[in-house]
């Protein structure tokens, strides 16, 4: 069973608002990912990290930030949310096959139900 | 570069029906291949994976054959569930480069009683 947690799991928030959300794993793992869905379903990477005080920006730009602080803790930011950024988003982890392997299949957590009015 | 294309969805079955989705694959090298399920409200799960040539993944009762002739990783179940009803998703994670793993769109599974 993976261990991956995200909060919270809905958020309903107005324009203008700081927000974070969290995303745990107890796996070890060194990448993280976090995605957002849109309603159409796909799937677009909109950050990852290596392992701590790595960040790297996805493949779909992003007003969010992140940071890894810690290995385990991977939360994402918008300092000032708008509509445009009602979504979900998926946080995920997975590690590599052995020393300098390729990486495994990552591990989702539930996701982050976000609607900004 | 890489890409993973599925059949275009929705897809609505009755209960006990054979289940085919189809997916196709662009990469270099030698990638991983997924099916990632995702229930209504939920994240993606893990179905079934294969990591190299004529590797057959199974799980639940659905299955999926690496053919890299043909480039492709079709799911398949022989007789579904209403409990199947969800959003899978076809994906790769490439031999090199980045080694991101790379979705396909999704299709939509409804299994009606």
């Known amino acids: 069973e993976a261990d991956i947690y995200q909060t919270p799991r809905y958020l309903v928030i107005g324009t203008g608002k700081k927000i974070t959300l969290e995303c745990s794993q107890t796996?070890?793992?060194?990448?993280m990912y976090w995605y957002q869905q849109d309603p159409g379903m796909e799937l677009h990477l909109i950050h990852y990290s290596y392992g701590v005080n790595s960040t790297e920006k996805g493949d779909l730009s992003s007003e969010s930030t992140v940071s890894r602080i810690r290995t385990e803790h991977f939360p994402l930011t918008l300092e000032s949310a708008r509509p445009s950024h009602t979504s979900q988003y998926l946080c995920?982890?997975?590690?590599?096959?052995?020393?300098?392997?390729?990486?495994?299949?990552?591990?989702f957590g539930p996701g982050t139900r976000l609607t900004v009015l | 570069g890489n890409s993973v294309t599925q059949m275009e969805g929705p897809v609505t079955l009755s209960e006990e029906a054979f289940l085919t989705i189809n997916c196709t694959y662009t990469a270099t090298g030698y990638p991983s291949l997924f099916w990632y399920v995702q229930y209504p409200g939920e994240g993606l799960q893990l179905l079934l994976k294969a990591t190299k040539a004529d590797d057959k993944g199974s799980n639940k009762g659905f299955e999926a054959t690496y053919r890299k002739e043909t480039t492709s990783f079709h799911l398949e179940k022989g007789s579904v569930q209403v409990s199947d009803s969800a959003v899978y998703f076809c994906?790769?994670?490439?031999?090199?480069?980045?080694?991101?793993?790379?979705f396909g769109q999704g299709t939509r599974l409804t299994i009606n009683p």
């Open positions: 995920a982890s997975s590690s590599r096959l052995g020393l300098g392997g390729t990486y495994n299949e990552q591990f």
């Open positions: 796996m070890g793992h060194d990448k």
């Open positions: 994906a790769l994670i490439a031999s090199q480069g980045a080694q991101k793993l790379v």
